[in-house]
């Protein structure tokens, strides 16, 4: 039984990679498909007991990717008892398991479980999630201060990173502050030009200028993009921004 698990589980990896590769050619209906087998192939191998933790953390994922963030959540909290767990993946973990429960709602403990990674050493990973976290916080409480304060040292930190100058962006665009917020936005696609929410707020500040030719290229280069699980944009937002702009 433990065989055929664990080999159920790298034929769901490996067709999760494929949907990965689709989508990095653009082929967004195959991604789709492949995403669709991979999610029942994992759910085969783990209900036939294959604890591989990279399977399983890459199971936990996918369910992101699908919106099923209760199970994503669920099952990315016992990998934390599984064996073969690194420290890299225990960090990777964590930013997963932050993101299912801002997504389902609790924003604090979110805040509260990367902030806790943040202490242990800080990632470009980290400044980005945790600093839209902090983002996501002021524009709840109309109180920026610590969003700027730790986005700008995530910005000391890489400043060629595209997620923390994507993050800047939208900091600035949530201040009412348009203008540095487009530079950071053309700064972030001059270093990563497939950047979802970076393609997503670029074509909205087009379409707001009365652009909508310019709004047009870049939203449609959006919905071509990877809306992973991590991503601040959905592709339901991209497609009524899409709609909107006509």
Same mark, same amino acid.
């Given at each position: 039984?433990?065989?055929?698990?664990?080999?159920?589980?790298?034929?769901?990896?490996?067709?999760?990679?494929?949907?990965?590769? #689709?989508?990095?050619?653009?082929?967004?209906?195959?991604?789709?498909?492949?995403?669709?087998?991979?999610?029942?192939?994992?759910?085969? *191998?783990?209900?036939?007991?294959?604890?591989?933790?990279?399977?399983?953390?890459?199971?936990?994922?996918?369910?992101?990717?699908?919106?099923?963030?209760?199970?994503?959540?669920?099952?990315?909290?016992?990998?934390?008892?599984?064996?073969?767990?690194?420290?890299?993946?225990?960090?990777?973990?964590?930013?997963?398991?932050?993101?299912?429960?801002?997504?389902?709602?609790?924003?604090?403990?979110?805040?509260?479980?990367?902030?806790?990674? *943040?202490?242990?050493?800080?990632?470009?990973?980290?400044?980005?999630?945790?600093?839209?976290?902090?983002?996501?916080?002021?524009?709840?409480?109309?109180?920026? #201060?610590?969003?700027?304060?730790?986005?700008?040292?995530?910005?000391?930190?890489?400043?060629?990173?595209?997620?923390?100058?994507?993050?800047?962006?939208?900091?600035?665009?949530?201040?009412?502050?348009?203008?540095? *917020?487009?530079?950071?936005?053309?700064?972030?696609?001059?270093?990563?030009?497939?950047?979802?929410?970076?393609?997503?707020?670029?074509?909205?500040?087009?379409?707001?200028?009365?652009?909508?030719?310019?709004?047009?290229?870049?939203?449609?280069?959006?919905?071509?993009?990877?809306?992973?699980?991590?991503?601040?944009?959905?592709?339901?937002?991209?497609? *009524?921004?899409?709609?909107?702009?006509?």
């Amino acid at each position: 039984m433990g065989f055929m698990a664990n080999f159920k589980g790298r034929r769901a990896y490996s067709t999760h990679i494929r949907g990965n590769q #689709a989508i990095d050619k653009g082929d967004i209906a195959k991604a789709a498909e492949l995403h669709k087998q991979a999610l029942k192939l994992y759910s085969e *191998a783990y209900e036939a007991g294959c604890r591989d933790v990279n399977v399983v953390m890459a199971y936990g994922v996918l369910l992101m990717r699908f919106g099923e963030y209760e199970k994503a959540r669920d099952l990315l909290l016992s990998c934390e008892h599984m064996p073969g767990l690194d420290a890299k993946s225990k960090k990777q973990l964590r930013i997963n398991y932050s993101v299912c429960q801002w997504r389902l709602g609790n924003l604090d403990r979110a805040i509260e479980l990367m902030e806790e990674s *943040a202490s242990n050493g800080k990632t470009a990973m980290i400044y980005t999630t945790l600093g839209y976290y902090y983002i996501e916080r002021g524009i709840q409480t109309g109180d920026f #201060a610590q969003a700027i304060a730790f986005n700008q040292e995530g910005y000391e930190y890489d400043e060629e990173d595209a997620g923390v100058l994507d993050n800047l962006g939208q900091l600035y665009y949530a201040m009412g502050e348009t203008d540095k *917020a487009y530079d950071y936005f053309k700064r972030a696609f001059e270093q990563n030009p497939s950047q979802v929410p970076t393609l997503y707020f670029i074509a909205k500040m087009n379409h707001e200028k009365g652009d909508d030719e310019k709004a047009r290229g870049f939203i449609k280069k959006c919905l071509e993009g990877n809306f992973s699980a991590l991503c601040s944009i959905s592709r339901e937002q991209a497609q *009524a921004l899409a709609d909107e702009i006509g």
